[in-house]
């Protein structure tokens, strides 16, 4: 089911709800990806079976966001996210909350843990894009780095153009997750391919090693993990660890 919430613009969402949730997950995509990622639909479906719905946004300038890549700010990221997960809450209010997020989406996430905390039942974040300022410059970018500056912005993106601000970049640059982390971590999981080489592996086991996350390494996986079995592997690592099943 698709509707829009309304902040100061319209957030698209698509509800995928089994009749009486106990837990809702909202999930977040990654960059220039938007709600119907394979992956959480892969979730969504067999989450339903275990009356867990999953609530998916898409993210400014993505997808069917209403508004350009002129809103793509981390604040306006975060507090679309944060708008989301308050819906969750006021709509389903017996049902626990947590979030499945995917490389931008999962810096995204780890943003928000840090600045407004872990208030939620699970955190599952698929290749977390850990060093954002770094995958956009040598995975995303579009020319050089220069052109970038002095034109002030960039096109990318894939099913729909994507106008990135050099402002934009600078936030990232600003906001490091491995210096700047600072939230719970028990109920953390990082689900990451040992052949990701969009966002490293070696970052995830980084932000492991300081934090103490629990990990599940999905090996042959890339960062698109579209190899046969592999969304299999993420669904049944999240659907354990939702059951606290080691």
């Known amino acids: ?9 319209n957030i698209n969402i698509k509800e995928m709800l089994p009749e009486n949730p106990k837990e809702i997950m909202v999930a977040i995509h990654g960059f220039a990806g938007d709600k119907e990622s394979s992956a959480i639909s892969m979730v969504a479906e067999e989450l339903m079976k275990q009356d867990i719905g999953v609530i998916a946004l898409d993210l400014p300038g993505h997808g069917a966001s209403e508004v350009d890549g002129d809103y793509l700010t981390l604040d306006n990221c975060l507090a679309d996210i944060r708008f989301t997960l308050d819906y969750a809450k006021e709509n389903f209010k017996d049902a626990k909350i947590s979030l499945f997020a995917t490389s931008f989406g999962a810096y995204l996430t780890l943003l928000l843990l840090t600045r407004y905390g872990n208030e939620y039942n699970k955190v599952v974040l698929r290749c977390p894009a850990i060093r954002m300022d770094k995958i956009f410059e040598d995975e995303i970018l579009v020319g050089t780095m220069d052109e970038f500056k002095e034109k002030g912005y960039v096109i990318v993106g894939y099913e729909r ?41 070696k970052d995830a086991y980084d932000f492991k090693e300081k934090f ?18 592999e969304l299999e592997k993420v669904v049944n690592h999240t659907l354990n660890f939702i059951n606290d099943i080691a």
């Open 212 to 229: 103490g996350v629990k990990m599940n390494v999905v090996e042959g996986a890339d960062h698109r993990f579209k190899k046969p079995g």
């Open 161 to 201: 153009e994507l106008k990135v601000n050099y402002s934009y970049f600078e936030e990232l640059c600003d906001n490091q997750i491995l210096r700047d982390f600072d939230a719970k971590c028990d109920n953390i999981l990082i689900i990451h391919g040992d052949e990701d080489t969009t966002a490293p592996i």
């Open 1 to 9: 089911m698709y509707k829009d919430i309304k902040r100061e613009y």
